[in-house]
Nanobody
Framework: VRLVESGGGSVQTAESLRLSCAAS????????MGWYRQAPGKQRELVAT???????DYTDSVKGRFTISRDNAWSTLLLQMNSLKTEDTAVYYC??????????????WGQGTLVTVSS
């Protein structure tokens, strides 16, 4: 599975951005996807996830501002980011959980897209 993020950029506080992650390859093996971010000097952290049944989860700092969604085929993952804050500045990564056997799965990552929010 190959993941390619897009949609990052530079915005002002309170503005919006929509990130996209295009998945290709054996996407039928994906059973969960998520967005993660890594700010300068900090560890990568979970932003939002979506499961095969559509269940979503968000880190507290983005609840009510960000929305994760996907198409039914797992070919596109979106992250709608509203009311952006300077602390949202980070490289955003798309991750897919890929089932490779009955016993296990692997994680695939995209290359990341930079989001910069300035006041």
């Amino acid at each position: 599975v190959r993941l390619v993020e897009s949609g990052g950029g530079s915005v002002q506080t309170a503005e919006s951005l929509r990130l996209s992650c295009a998945a290709s390859g054996s996407i039928f093996q994906i059973n969960a996807m998520g967005w993660y971010r890594q700010a300068p000097g900090k560890q990568r952290e979970l932003v939002a996830t979506i499961a095969s049944d559509g269940t979503t989860d968000y880190t507290d700092s983005v609840k009510g501002r960000f929305t994760i969604s996907r198409d039914n085929a797992w070919s596109t993952l979106l992250l709608q980011m509203n009311s952006l804050k300077t602390e949202d500045t980070a490289v955003y990564y798309c991750k897919a959980k890929v089932v490779v056997s009955i016993e296990g799965s692997i994680e695939e990552w995209g290359q990341g897209t930079l989001v910069t929010v300035s006041s």
